[in-house]
């Protein structure tokens, strides 16, 4: 037997206070994909330590526990559609285990009695779900009342409950409703997380009804493009997220043939494509400027470029020569998005850009296109892309003109959409969904 000197063990521990430790459902992403996925995503901390170990788990240590922690509550992530289980590292934790079982998850408590906003009234109710580890910003400061939301630590191989009796101190009884961010599928039969067997068959998957594509469809690109046309967007009903083989984007449904539209539209025809394009070494340039050219591209937004603010102009001047740009390299490190255009077709004016977008105003020389663009990369959290949903609705609030939204918004407006075989939850798209109700914001074919 060897005995471990207490002192040297503590000062060995201190080290790993600010760590997160990080597991992947299913087959987990290489060191230098989880590396890139940190860098892209995290860039609002300073840049973490990353540790990756054998049994499959990552530890990230970040420079202050303030970092760690402001992680963990923006969360929940994922990375190649498939989820990224955090927890903050400790002394115990046990790196055999083939999953962790039990793991942190966000949970909400809507409409919750103001008289059971106290901390320890806040505690006793998580305890019943599992181990409260803390409130976020706004339930912490009651500045948003609708529902309280706690990080709690859960055993995910036993069913979560949806709903906890609650008895006041006069002895009065309610029942309160609770709901979850995320929380992973446990399969009884095989013993494994990520999914759960059924018994029965699968249904057929509808085929979408097809729109007869346009001129302006294929050069507006593949993502997903959203413009002003005023009309209404029905939300999808939670109950049909699990029906989502029979749900149709609403640009599709017949329905809405022959609706008016209450504001002028975009020249689609006229207004050119707006491609996510990778910039990622030297060796892309050559890609990028070749196809901007043989598409006779003028404007052209580019996110994910991860190129230092230091090289921007050298590799723009590179891919583009004499084109004007526009970065958001002072809220996001790397320049998440570039805005690029060729100044003798068009005149573009900044108005508003942070880590998720650029908003401008586009003129063409000819005087045929004269509206506002949004260049949007939404970030991979869930929480994090709320500043995204709120900075669109203020802006819409101002905008009585065409208005074209396009870029990667990180998430998908219909289950259908998603092309991966991984459940869609509403959680994942309610806030999308809301915004563009807010906004009266269409999404186009």
Known sequence: MVQLDKSEVKEEENKWR????????????????????????????????????????????????????????????????????LKPWTPDFDFTEEFPTFIPLWVKFPKLPMSCWGVGSLSRIASVIGTPVFADECTTKQTRVSFARILIEVNVIIELPTK???????????????????????????????????????????????????????????????????????????????????????????????????????????????????????????????????????????VETKVKEGNAQRISKAIVPGWSILTNYKDARNGRIWLLWDTSHFIITGIKDDAQMIHCQVKSRRGDIDCLLTVVYGYNGLEQRRALWENLQLLSLSIAVPWLITGDFNVVLFPSDRLSCNPVSYSEIQDFVACLQHTTLTELP
């Open 18 to 85: 600010c760590a997160l430790i990080a597991y992947i459902l299913g087959d987990g992403p290489g060191y230098n994909a989880m590396k890139r996925y940190i860098n892209l995503h995290w860039s609002h901390v300073p840049e973490p330590e990353l540790f990756y170990h054998d049994e499959g788990y990552y530890i990230i240590r970040f420079q202050t526990i303030a970092d760690a922690r402001e992680i963990l509550c923006a969360g929940p992530y994922s990375i190649a559609n498939k989820p990224i289980i």
């Open 164 to 302: 906890i009796v609650v008895m006041d101190p006069t002895g009065k009884k309610f029942l309160q409703v609770v709901t979850y961010d995320w929380k992973p599928a446990y399969c009884d039969k095989c013993l494994v997380m990520g999914h759960k067997c059924s018994n029965q068959p699968r249904p057929m998957m509808q085929k979408p009804i097809q729109t007869k594509k346009t001129r302006s469809n294929k050069q507006i690109g593949n993502k997903v493009k959203v413009v002003d046309q005023r009309r209404t967007i029905k939300a999808p009903d939670p109950k049909e997220i699990n029906n989502h083989h029979n749900m149709v984007p609403v640009a599709e449904r017949q329905d809405d043939k022959g609706k008016a539209v209450q504001s002028p539209e975009l020249n689609f025809i006229n207004f050119p494509p707006l491609n996510p394009i990778p910039v990622r070494n030297r060796y892309k340039h050559k890609e990028v400027r070749e196809y901007i050219r043989g598409n006779k591209i003028k404007l052209v937004g580019l």
